[in-house]
């Protein structure tokens, strides 16, 4: 197929016509057709209810079917957090039909009701987290690791699986040196822990998670925090565990103890140890890939549940690292496995 066959441009209109629903889905000065030009890198111009799009051809039919399926939807004025959302369903639409033909994804008891996984590898992680005592969650940033982690752990207390949830990180300072932080112990690892206090209040409320920190049925701390412990009837996530060193991965995943249930997330690609330090995360990938019992699901750029351009980010500096490494392709992750 020549390039100018390749590339011709995609002619779309809506009949009939509902101007309520094209309002709604070009949303405020065109908002919503600039995250559809930005998930599938084309170019969208619009008079009245005549859509041009302009691109590759396979990106602009995936672009018009985009159009399409949230016009059906726009009887309602559509946010910029439904359209990014819908984009990464509909991106992953073709892959999430073959790895999960029925569609089933394990449905979760938060406060958000329509919280589910948008990817394959997202349905696989949630499902292994439901069906092993450990798993584990590795990716780029973005993928939803530590957020569904987080959301399962509030599924499983909310059904009273278990009577704790414990969320632990390493306190290790991203590529900075913030020197002396003031107050007492608590108010000095709170950054480092934030992002997981922010998966809680936005699954479960604010108020809830209050009186639950009260009761010691919510609990949030350093790493260095687990040392001795043995953890019962909990559901314990260990976050940011690219920068454990494998003295501290031993640790941890030898405190979980009767009833309990374990997820560790992390992103090889961004560790903070210092230079010539191991990390854990990875040297348990190696050491522990064959246990039987603990799922590992490793996400990719796909798995990326942010802006669209989050993914496009991954995406080149894997492509940077892959020139740095002479060439060689960056490695792919694998879906969930049990070994």
């Given at each position: 197929?020549?390039?100018?066959?390749?590339?011709?441009?995609?002619?779309?209109?809506?009949?009939?016509?509902?101007?309520s629903?094209?309002?709604?889905?070009?949303?405020?000065?065109?908002?919503?057709?600039?995250?559809?030009?930005?998930?599938?890198?084309?170019?969208?111009?619009?008079?009245?209810?005549?859509?041009?799009?302009?691109?590759?051809?396979?990106?602009?039919?995936?672009?018009?079917?985009?159009?399409?399926?949230?016009?059906?939807?726009?009887k309602?004025?559509?946010?910029?957090?439904?359209?990014?959302?819908?984009?990464?369903?509909?991106?992953?639409?073709?892959?999430?039909?073959?790895?999960?033909?029925?569609?089933?994804?394990?449905?979760?008891?938060?406060?958000?009701?329509?919280?589910?996984?948008?990817?394959?590898?997202?349905?696989?992680?949630?499902?292994?987290?439901?069906?092993?005592?450990?798993t584990?969650?590795?990716?780029?940033?973005?993928?939803?690791?530590?957020?569904?982690?987080?959301?399962?752990?509030?599924?499983?207390?909310?059904?009273?699986?278990?009577?704790?949830?414990?969320?632990?990180?390493?306190?290790?300072?991203?590529?900075?040196?913030?020197?002396?932080l003031?107050?007492?112990?608590?108010?000095?690892?709170?950054?480092?822990?934030?992002?997981?206090?922010?998966?809680?209040?936005?699954?479960?409320?604010?108020?809830?998670?209050?009186?639950?920190?009260?009761?010691?049925?919510i609990?949030?701390?350093?790493?260095?925090?687990?040392?001795?412990?043995?953890?019962?009837?909990?559901?314990?996530?260990?976050?940011?565990?690219?920068?454990?060193?494998?003295?501290?991965?031993?640790?941890?995943?030898t405190?979980?103890?009767?009833?309990?249930?374990?997820?560790?997330?992390?992103?090889?690609?961004?560790?903070d140890?210092?230079?010539?330090?191991?990390?854990?995360?990875?040297e348990?990938?190696?050491?522990?890939?064959?246990?039987?019992?603990?799922?590992?699901?490793?996400?990719?750029?796909?798995?990326?549940?942010?802006h669209p351009?989050?993914?496009?980010?991954?995406?080149?500096?894997?492509?940077?690292?892959?020139?740095?490494?002479?060439?060689?392709?960056?490695?792919?992750?694998?879906?969930?496995?049990?070994?």
């Amino acid at each position: 197929m020549s390039p100018a066959v390749r590339n011709r441009p995609r002619e779309l209109s809506f009949s009939p016509l509902n101007n309520s629903q094209l309002a709604h889905l070009c949303g405020a000065l065109d908002e919503n057709l600039r995250q559809i030009e930005t998930a599938f890198d084309v170019a969208i111009a619009r008079r009245g209810e005549h859509f041009t799009l302009r691109g590759e051809s396979a990106q602009t039919e995936r672009a018009a079917h985009a159009l399409q399926h949230f016009y059906a939807l726009a009887k309602k004025e559509l946010s910029v957090d439904e359209i990014q959302l819908g984009l990464i369903e509909l991106v992953n639409h073709p892959v999430r039909h073959i790895a999960n033909p029925g569609g089933a994804t394990p449905s979760l008891m938060t406060r958000k009701s329509e919280l589910h996984g948008r990817t394959p590898r997202q349905v696989e992680y949630l499902k292994a987290i439901q069906e092993h005592d450990i798993t584990f969650g590795i990716g780029p940033a973005g993928t939803g690791k530590t957020y569904l982690a987080v959301a399962s752990a509030v599924d499983a207390f909310e059904r009273e699986l278990v009577q704790r949830i414990i969320l632990t990180r390493p306190a290790v300072e991203a590529g900075e040196r913030l020197g002396f932080l003031p107050g007492d112990l608590a108010q000095k690892v709170d950054p480092y822990l934030r992002p997981l206090y922010d998966a809680l209040y936005d699954l479960m409320g604010f108020e809830k998670v209050g009186k639950l920190f009260e009761r010691g049925a919510i609990e949030i701390a350093p790493l260095a925090y687990m040392r001795g412990r043995t953890l019962n009837h909990a559901f314990i996530i260990l976050d940011e565990a690219q920068n454990t060193t494998p003295e501290q991965m031993k640790m941890f995943l030898t405190r979980i103890g009767i009833g309990a249930r374990a997820v560790v997330t992390g992103d090889v690609t961004q560790i903070d140890l210092v230079r010539g330090q191991k990390s854990g995360l990875i040297e348990a990938r190696n050491i522990l890939g064959d246990v039987r019992g603990i799922a590992f699901t490793e996400f990719l750029k796909e798995d990326v549940v942010r802006h669209p351009l989050v993914a496009r980010i991954v995406a080149a500096y894997e492509a940077h690292q892959a020139k740095e490494d002479g060439g060689r392709p960056a490695r792919e992750g694998s879906s969930h496995a049990e070994r």
